[in-house]
Every structure is written in structure tokens, then in C-alpha cells.
């Protein structure tokens, strides 16, 4: 069955450092998404990806955030500097149909990030 | 901001009985409904979803039931078993909401024998 792979699983990075999370998509899925769950709280929208260009973004998504799809399989998140309270699982997701559709979005297994 | 609450952190189900867990919206604009099952070290997985044009959906041993006038929805384990000892996510998004999903805070199910 097709999947959502993400790596790095486990990141731990100082405080200030740039980090990047990669993700590869299902192969003909179109539309990208990530979301990320601090330890102990609810799983948060960040920012939604199609054709290139970032569809929609939380606020949480703010200018240390950025992201790309660099190649046809990859879609990365890059958090240019940073912060104790970035630390959190990172979850890629995919979907195959657009907003208004099923919703129903593929996830993968999650980057943990550890801000020290 | 929690739009979509999910008031019970844990809930403990003999196997074989019936599990509920319960959410709660507070946004009118949502109109479909997803459920969400994680694992340890997993990413969550879709289980079962409902548009706000019905008021039950059934796949096999899950259904869930959604009460708009109440803005409540629920979903019914049965019967449980050891394997759904999971966190269960309620989300919530709508119409031309490019499938940004709200969740709640998720339910630890433990299904003990």
C-alpha cells in the first residue's frame, strides 16, 4: 500500500540552527500538507501545498517556515532558525483530491524535532 | 481556540463491549467530519469520516454518529478489541477549506481483555 516516508524521524538541533524535514508524498497525490503535534496537545495545521505554491497557512506558519517541493517526490519544511518551542512531531501529509472533497489525508509516521 | 474539543483524555473499554468517544464543534461552518486512529510512533490514520448531510455513517464495527443541532459527534467501537487501544483524533473541516483539518486533542482508548 502506498505511503507518506518521512526523515529525518528523530532530529535533535541547537537552539537558533536551520533544520530541514523531508517528506516524500504518495506518488500521484497532488496536494501536500503539514501539521505538527507539540507533546500532549492536538495535532496543528501549518500549511497546505498544490501546484507549487502554498495553498494556505496557519499562524503558526511564520516567515522562520518555509517550504518546497525541490524535485517531483520531495516536499520539504524548513524552519530557518530554530526555538525551544518549535519542538514538536511533524507530520507530512498527502491527499488526492482537493479541499471540499473527502478531507481524508494520508499521513506519515512523523518527525520528532528536539530544540535544545 | 479549540474548535473541535474532545473532553474525555482517556477512556478504558473491556473487550468485547461497545467504546464511545465523543466530540464536540464549535464552528458552523464544518461540514465534514473525519475520525483519525494513532499509534505510538505512527502518523494518524483515517478510520472513518461523515458528511453533515447524514447523520450516521457505518464501516464494519465503526459508526459514527453526528448531531448537528447539538454540534456533537460520536464514534462506536463494537466490538472492541485489544488492536483499537489507539489515540483517536476528531477533526473537522468544510466545504472549499482546501482539507486543513482542524483536531481535537485525541482520546486515549485502551481496550483491555
Known amino acids: 500500500e502506498p505511503e507518506v516516508t518521512q526523515t529525518p524521524s528523530h532530529q535533535v538541533t541547537q537552539m537558533g540552527q536551520e533544520v530541514i524535514l523531508r517528506c516524500v508524498p504518495i506518488?500521484?497525490?497532488?496536494?501536500f500538507y503539514w501539521y505538527r503535534q507539540i507533546l500532549g496537545q492536538k495535532v496543528e495545521f501549518l500549511v497546505s501545498f498544490y501546484n507549487n505554491e502554498i495553498s494556505e497557512k496557519s499562524e503558526i506558519f511564520d516567515d522562520q517556515f518555509s517550504v518546497e517541493r525541490p524535485d517531483g517526490s520531495n516536499f520539504t519544511l524548513k524552519i530557518r532558525s530554530t526555538k525551544l518551542e518549535d519542538s514538536a512531531m511533524y507530520f507530512c501529509a498527502s491527499s488526492d483530491r482537493p479541499g471540499g472533497g473527502t478531507g481524508e489525508l494520508f499521513f506519515g509516521e512523523g518527525s520528532r524535532l528536539t530544540v535544545l | 481556540d479549540q474548535q473541535v474539543k474532545q473532553n474525555s483524555p482517556s477512556l478504558s473499554v473491556q473487550e468485547g463491549r461497545i467504546s464511545i468517544l465523543n466530540c464536540d464543534y464549535t464552528n458552523s461552518m464544518f461540514d465534514y467530519f473525519l475520525w483519525y486512529k494513532k499509534y505510538p510512533a505512527e502518523g494518524p490514520t483515517f478510520l472513518i469520516s461523515i458528511s453533515s448531510i447524514k447523520d450516521k455513517n457505518e464501516d464494519g464495527r465503526f459508526t459514527v454518529f453526528l448531531n448537528k443541532s447539538a454540534k456533537h459527534l460520536s464514534l462506536h467501537i463494537v466490538p472492541s478489541q485489544p488492536g483499537d487501544s489507539a489515540v483517536y483524533f476528531c477533526a473537522a473541516t468544510f466545504w472549499g477549506g482546501g482539507n486543513k483539518l482542524t483536531f481535537g486533542t485525541g482520546t486515549q482508548l485502551k481496550v483491555e481483555l
Open positions: 506518488s500521484n497525490h497532488l496536494y
